[in-house]
């Protein structure tokens, strides 16, 4: 059960501080199969190891003047009320359904990741990267707000941070760079998951010492993975985090339905 925790943390902490993403997507598993965790636990259990990794890391990326605080307070906040939305859509349903859906959420997020940003932004994506300039007099909170909603949903229903739909939608949607959408998507991360995390651990069983464990690893290495992600190309990031979560939602399907 060590081994697993550590393999299970290191692997979360890596993939949070690489994309400033994902980190549920490994929990989530980890919990499910390597420690055989029932899934509405392991669910609860990955949202609240996420919220205390990105929180750390969030503070690592503010000091680095990598978020962008409109955004952040904005886009988390409604998407902390969508995920407490989506987490009461999730207890209801049945886990085979949950995890189907999971998996099908992985999918997408691997097509957006390969697939990169679209070549023309939309005016709110332009407004907010001129707010990133010092022109904010234009910012369209409505846009953000309405971005940040539908993402909580999804995140809170299938029991994910929702960092890897967030890097996506704030990058090609929101207009943010790639390092400063990784930045601020671990500080939106860390409130919904915590949001998300309260949702279910009011219902649902929590094994407390485990999720303090594969916190507490997936804390120390994220800084290593943020120190990787300086390194390395976004384009090569990208690429590599779309073909991993493409074998993950896969075997996830297998096991799930066959």
Known sequence: MI???LLGGAATGLVLGLMGSGGAIVTVPAL?????VPPK????????????TALLAAVQAWSRKEVNLRVTVIFGAVGALGSLVGSRIGLGLPETVQLALFALVMYAAAWRMMRGAPVHRSAGAMAVADCEQGDCSNFPYLHVARHGLAVGVIAGMVGVGGGFLIVPALVMLSGLSMRRAVGTSLSIVATQSAAGFLGYARVVPINYPLLAGLAGVAVATSFLGARISRRLHAVHLRRIFGVFLVVVAT????????
Do not use: D, E, R
């Not at 499910?32 to 055989?36: D, F, I, P, S, T």
């Not at 075997?251 to 066959?258: A, G, S, T």
């Open 41 to 52: 636990s392991a669910i609860a259990m990955s949202l609240g190891v996420v919220a205390v």
């Open 251 to 258: 075997f996830i399907l297998f096991k799930n339905l066959v």
């Open 3 to 5: 081994l697993y925790v």
């Open 32 to 36: 499910l199969y390597l420690m055989h």
